[in-house]
């Protein structure tokens, strides 16, 4: 089956291995000794990337850099989500300046005109569920794209740079990169340029530094526009983005997860009714369509939603994992003993997760009331 990649649409069976030619990006290995510490790097669910060697040597050196991303203020917090989240905390943890942009300014030109419906989500779903997942503040710039910083200095020198961008950008090449346009799409797609640039501004890190953009292999067109037109403007000597590029986590109902769609993903606020509910009914299953037959030949783990979820993080053990699908792989696990696995191993995760973000609201609750965000 053929497959469409966009950053608004995903479709058909992605071939992962072709998207590294067509898009000429690079197998990532050869990693620092300290990434052998985060599954989605162990397990290559991070598996590509862009001029990472940089990042390598700044981690291996001990070297200031920073990470930037974005999230989209719309629906619930989900269990895909929180791929990017471990992935935030980690490069936290490995000494990263955190940029994390609130794109409300696109969401509201490409899905929803109440700003103030997003900035809710953003803080109670969004922000929220990064404390309570591990997100450190002290060393994080938490914005939004619609009001950058309360600093002036540094407010303008972030929309300039948008604006600045926009010269070094051509109509033919928003074509090219996004296909259909709108001056919506051109707008964000600067906008999104100068989030992932200006960390190297005189105005916040003081000065040029490798910067790292973790990212779903859809958003790629946003690294190319912002890579190709940071080499053209003189006026600032920006050190070249690095990117790196995970797999989709499958939905429930196979597929890419959807915010739209509450039976393709868990919810970080489901309950365990609810979360047994989805994953008995919904997850899709890799087991043959008899039980003699399953016995005989078989389950697939590959297209096993249940086994998916578990190896995307909720079983960090990799011996424990490789049990489980040899077992299942065998025949001697059945796809509905797979799927009780992950039910529980999700709301020890959930039950966990959910003592945390008590104390998460409290620090955002905090935030609000003195108007730091």
Same mark, same amino acid.
């Given at each position: 089956?053929?497959?469409?990649?966009?950053?608004?649409?995903?479709?058909? /069976?992605?071939?992962?291995?072709?998207?590294?030619?067509?898009?000429?990006?690079?197998?990532?290995? =050869?990693?620092?000794?300290?990434?052998?510490?985060?599954?989605?790097?162990?397990?290559?669910?991070?598996?590509?990337?862009?001029?990472? /060697?940089?990042?390598?040597?700044?981690?291996?050196?001990?070297?200031?850099?920073?990470?930037?991303?974005?999230?989209?203020?719309?629906?619930?917090?989900?269990? #895909?989500?929180?791929?990017?989240?471990?992935?935030?905390?980690?490069? *936290?943890?490995?000494?990263?300046?955190?940029?994390?942009?609130?794109?409300?300014?696109?969401?509201?030109?490409?899905?929803?005109?109440?700003?103030?419906?997003?900035?809710?989500?953003?803080?109670?779903?969004?922000?929220?569920?990064?404390?309570?997942? #591990?997100?450190?503040?002290?060393?994080?710039?938490? +914005?939004?794209?619609?009001?950058?910083?309360?600093?002036?200095?540094?407010? =303008?020198? +972030? +929309?300039?740079?948008?604006?600045?961008?926009?010269?070094?950008?051509?109509?033919?090449?928003? /074509?090219?990169?996004?296909?259909?346009?709108?001056?919506?799409?051109?707008?964000?797609?600067?906008?999104?340029?100068?989030?992932?640039?200006?960390?190297?501004?005189?105005?916040?890190?003081?000065?040029?530094?490798?910067?790292?953009?973790?990212?779903?292999?859809?958003?790629?067109?946003?690294?190319?526009?912002?890579?190709?037109?940071?080499?053209?403007?003189?006026?600032?000597?920006?050190?070249?983005?690095?990117?790196?590029?995970?797999?989709?986590?499958?939905?429930?109902?196979?597929?890419?997860?959807?915010?739209?769609?509450?039976?393709?993903?868990?919810?970080?606020?489901?309950?365990?009714?609810?979360?047994?509910?989805?994953?008995?009914?919904?997850?899709?299953?890799?087991? *043959?369509?008899?039980?003699?037959?399953?016995?005989?030949?078989? #389950? =697939?783990?590959?297209?096993?939603?249940?086994? *998916?979820?578990?190896?995307?993080?909720?079983?960090?053990?990799?011996?424990?994992?490789? *049990?489980?699908?040899?077992?299942?792989?065998?025949?001697?696990?059945?796809?509905?003993?797979?799927?009780?696995?992950?039910?529980?191993?999700? =709301?020890?995760?959930?039950?966990?997760?959910?003592?945390?973000?008590?104390?998460?609201?409290?620090?955002?609750?905090?935030?609000?009331?003195?108007?730091?965000?």
């Amino acid at each position: 089956m053929t497959f469409k990649i966009t950053p608004w649409e995903v479709t058909g /069976k992605v071939d992962y291995d072709k998207l590294i030619k067509e898009f000429g990006l690079q197998p990532l290995q =050869n990693l620092p000794k300290q990434f052998n510490n985060c599954s989605l790097f162990r397990r290559k669910i991070v598996f590509a990337h862009r001029d990472f /060697k940089r990042i390598s040597e700044a981690i291996e050196n001990k070297k200031p850099f920073a990470m930037m991303t974005g999230l989209m203020p719309s629906g619930k917090f989900h269990f #895909g989500h929180k791929m990017v989240a471990d992935q935030i905390i980690f490069y *936290q943890s490995l000494g990263a300046k955190i940029y994390l942009a609130v794109a409300d300014l696109e969401a509201y030109n490409s899905r929803n005109p109440d700003m103030k419906e997003l900035r809710k989500t953003a803080i109670k779903e969004y922000l929220t569920n990064y404390l309570a997942l #591990g997100l450190k503040l002290k060393n994080c710039e938490f +914005y939004f794209q619609s009001h950058r910083s309360k600093d002036g200095v540094k407010s =303008n020198a +972030y +929309y300039s740079l948008a604006n600045m961008l926009a010269r070094h950008a051509t109509f033919n090449e928003f /074509k090219a990169i996004y296909g259909e346009i709108t001056p919506g799409k051109m707008s964000s797609g600067l906008l999104q340029a100068a989030d992932m640039l200006h960390a190297q501004l005189p105005e916040f890190e003081g000065k040029s530094l490798p910067v790292v953009v973790p990212v779903g292999v859809d958003q790629d067109p946003h690294l190319r526009l912002a890579r190709d037109i940071s080499q053209r403007i003189k006026v600032f000597k920006f050190i070249q983005l690095s990117s790196t590029y995970h797999r989709f986590i499958p939905g429930l109902k196979s597929g890419k997860m959807s915010s739209s769609d509450p039976t393709s993903y868990i919810a970080l606020t489901d309950n365990p009714e609810e979360t047994a509910k989805k994953i008995r009914k919904y997850a899709f299953s890799g087991g *043959q369509p008899t039980l003699e037959e399953h016995r005989k030949k078989g #389950g =697939n783990p590959e297209i096993d939603v249940s086994f *998916q979820m578990l190896k995307y993080g909720l079983e960090p053990d990799d011996k424990k994992l490789e *049990q489980i699908k040899e077992e299942y792989e065998s025949g001697k696990m059945l796809s509905g003993e797979l799927k009780e696995i992950l039910i529980e191993k999700m =709301n020890q995760f959930l039950k966990e997760h959910n003592k945390q973000k008590i104390k998460a609201n409290k620090v955002v609750e905090k935030l609000e009331s003195s108007g730091e965000i």
